[in-house]
Structure formats: structure tokens, C-alpha cells
């Protein structure tokens, strides 16, 4: 029982525009094979509630009454502190890329220091959007056989509850957790930030306006701010934007 | 390829009276993903070969095309020198139940030193009987919730796939290294940002100036700044600045 209560809150999975109700019911099967039960859905095509999903969920229906639906990722993520990406495909963007042993162990750590963490799933078809994966801290990609990748939905929610379910069994390494924002901390920021360019005529020309602010919002995720260094930003940003 | 070669070959997967030709394809599908193709099939309940195994397998086809075809697992498994049951029900049989992570140690250690190592899955409903278990050396039980078990076969095969593969240090296939920021240009990013925020006034009262200095510097340490993010950091400092 000692060691239930020190079990660190596992993460919340949050499926990004999910297409069909099926593999929505076949992941909260995943998750709770490993007593995951902590879903987000953001912007499912074919709406919520949705039937197939419940007839798929079987007995891990309660894992959808429970899941949290949300018009769009940011406010998926509004109260996560560590947030990872699952995806396979390179990424042109500078972010760590962890195994789903390197990301679970760290989650671990971050879960026990009562740090809320959550994995991103993409759509079936397409995967993750890059303004979905400017929004993660670090990447994770399964190792897959390079010359043939097939794992759906379902499959990759159940290996990441896997890794982190197996790592129970192991001694958390003792590392400093820093204290890091929130995302929606770190949303401000990027607010405040793009607000204090857009006056001062930082975004030209306007047709990489759009690419520019991803690119700012990447670079944000992947410091992976402290609550600290949030303020200290927002206030540089106001003094040096001050005109008396 | 040195590391290729020295690489253990990978268990043989042995799926015994398997019902659904799908599932044979969803299996097949699941080993190659982390790279095994060496699969058996034990008196198959709609004959062999199966449509429905080739549709699903889609790109993994090579795995069935490979497969041997038994009639009885005895046949099976007759060139093998070490047997994984796995099963999720307790057993009344006295033998080792071990973790996905314990067998695939002992089996690469086993395979590493020439041995053939079989992994055995049973029937989508009912599971491997007593007999088929009676003849394995140990057994193997995917430590999920008590709760709630929903495992499918594939997904019994991916994560004995899985496990065997990550203990191979699970290298990723492309890990890109970002292009990190020398020390000498992350201090002229300090040395600009101190000029311009000296300039706004930031840094007052004049005796805390030293401490916030130092923390500044500690940032711009902790976020282990890309080149480009550098560049992007003198750009947004002298947009901010502009007094035009």
C-alpha cells in the first residue's frame, strides 16, 4: 500500500482530432489495460458523444464518460506542465526526440513531483500537425523497424501506458524537477510576445507572418520554461517595449 | 552492420489455433514493425493459406509468406531450445511466471548464445490450454490492470515485440542533433540583451542588478539555445528596441 500511494498520477493522453469513434474506443481499452483512465479528446470529427466509440470502449466505458472534450489543443493543455508529442515522422523542428523509454522515465519523475503531464496522439490518417507538436516540450518516437511502420492509434496509446506501467516496477532517479509554467503560462507569453512584435512591425513580410509566429511558439515549448523565467520574460518584454 | 550483426536473432512467434485469418494479418503486421518476420502457425481454424490473414497483413505479407504451417505445437517447436507461454490467467503449473521485460532479458541472453527461442500465443477466445502451456519452459504475463485485461493477440505480439526490441537499446532510427549555439555567441546574445535592457532601465535597484544579471545568464544556460534561436533572439531584442 506504501507503494500505491507513491505511484505518481499517470498521465493524461489527449487524442488530437481523432476521425473515427472506433480507435477512440479501442485506445481507452489501451489505456486502461495499464489503469490509465485520464483521456482528452480535442475536436473529434464526427463529434462527441459518439456511439461507435462507446460500443468499441466495451468495459473501459468509463474511461470516455470521464474524458474531457476540447474545441482545440490549447485549451486541451491549459493546466498540463510537460507535454510530448508522439510522432514518427522527422521533424524540421530543434526538440528533443525520446524513446517511450526516455519519455515515460522522465514523466515519471515530473508525475511524482506532482507535475501534471500529458502525451499527444494525432489524427489516424495524418498524424500531428506541426502547430500541434510547436505546443510539446520533447518528441516521442517509438523505434519502429524503419522500413515498416503500421502501429495505429490504439497501438501507440498502448505502448506508451506499457512503458510506463513497466517503469512501476523501477526506482525513480532521483533528479531536481524544476518548476517549470503551465501551458497556458506559457500560451501568455507567446501572447504577450507576438502582441509586442506585432507593434513593433516584427512580422514582415506578411506572408511569413504565420510561419514566423510558429516558429516563436516552438522555440518557447522547447526551453521548457520555469514559472520564473515566465515572469522575468514578461517583464523584459514590457520594459524594453516601454515608449517615454 | 557490425552492430547488425551481433544483434540476436529474434524469437520465433508461434501463434497456436489462431481463429481469425485478420488476426494472423494484424500479427504478422506487429512483429515487423520492430523488425521480427520468423512466425509459426499451429493448425489454424480456417486452414491456410488465408485471404483475410494477406488483406489485413497488407505490407507485412513477407511475414506469412515465411510462415511455417504445423499441425500440432509439438511439431512446432521441435528445433527450439527455450519456450515462452503467454497467458494471462494464473496457472495452477509450477513455473516461472515472468514480466514481458524478465523473458525477453533471458531470451536475448538465450539467442545471443545461439539458442532459438520461441514466444507462444494462443486462441483469440479461450487462450493457450494447459497442454500447450505444459510444454513451455516458462510463462509470461503482461503485467496489466486487474481490473480490466482487453489485450488483443496483436497487441500480445506488439508488446513482446516491442520489449525484445527496446532491450536492444532501442537506438532511434533518425535522431537529429540540434545545431546548439556556441558558448561565445550564447554570451554576445547576454551581452546584447544586458546593453538593451541596461538602456530601458531594466535593471533596478541598482544594488540587485548583479543577481539579476547572473540570472539572466543562468536562462539563457538552461534553455541550451540553437543557433538559430539565437539569431531570432538578437532580431526580436533590436525590433523591441527600435525608438523610431
Chains 1, 2 share one sequence.
Not at 87 to 103: D, F, I, S
Not at 116 to 124: C, K, N, T, W
Request: aromatic share 6%; net charge neutral; proline share 7%.
Amino acid at each position: 500500500m506504501q507503494q500505491e500511494t507513491r505511484e505518481p498520477q499517470a498521465p493524461v493522453m489527449v487524442l488530437v482530432r481523432p476521425q473515427m469513434g472506433e480507435n477512440i474506443g479501442a485506445a481507452a481499452r489501451a489505456m486502461l489495460n495499464f489503469g490509465f483512465d485520464r483521456m482528452r479528446i480535442v475536436d473529434p470529427r464526427d463529434g462527441w458523444p459518439n456511439p461507435k466509440a462507446v460500443a468499441m470502449a466495451s468495459g473501459a466505458g468509463k474511461v470516455l464518460e470521464g474524458a474531457g472534450l476540447f474545441p482545440d489543443l490549447g485549451a486541451a493543455l491549459e493546466d498540463c506542465d510537460r507535454v510530448y508529442a508522439t510522432t514518427a515522422r522527422g521533424r524540421e523542428l530543434v526538440k528533443p526526440v525520446l524513446t517511450p523509454e526516455e519519455a515515460m522515465a522522465e514523466a515519471r519523475a515530473l508525475s511524482a513531483a506532482g507535475k501534471r503531464v500529458a502525451i499527444l496522439f494525432g489524427p489516424e490518417r495524418a498524424g500531428l500537425e506541426n502547430d500541434d507538436v510547436a505546443r510539446a516540450n520533447a518528441i516521442v518516437t517509438v523505434p519502429v523497424n524503419p522500413e515498416f511502420y503500421s502501429l495505429n492509434l490504439a497501438q501507440c496509446v498502448l505502448l506508451l501506458s506499457y512503458e510506463w506501467r513497466r517503469q512501476a516496477g523501477a526506482a525513480l532517479p532521483h533528479r531536481p524537477v524544476p518548476d517549470l509554467a503551465r501551458q497556458i503560462e506559457v500560451d501568455r507569453l507567446g501572447d504577450h510576445l507576438e502582441e509586442r512584435l506585432e507593434q513593433a512591425g516584427f512580422f514582415f513580410p506578411a506572408s511569413k507572418a504565420a510561419g514566423m509566429k510558429r516558429n516563436l511558439r516552438n522555440m518557447l515549448a522547447r526551453w521548457s520554461l520555469t514559472r520564473p523565467e515566465v515572469q522575468t520574460l514578461h517583464g523584459i518584454l514590457r520594459q524594453l517595449s516601454r515608449r517615454d
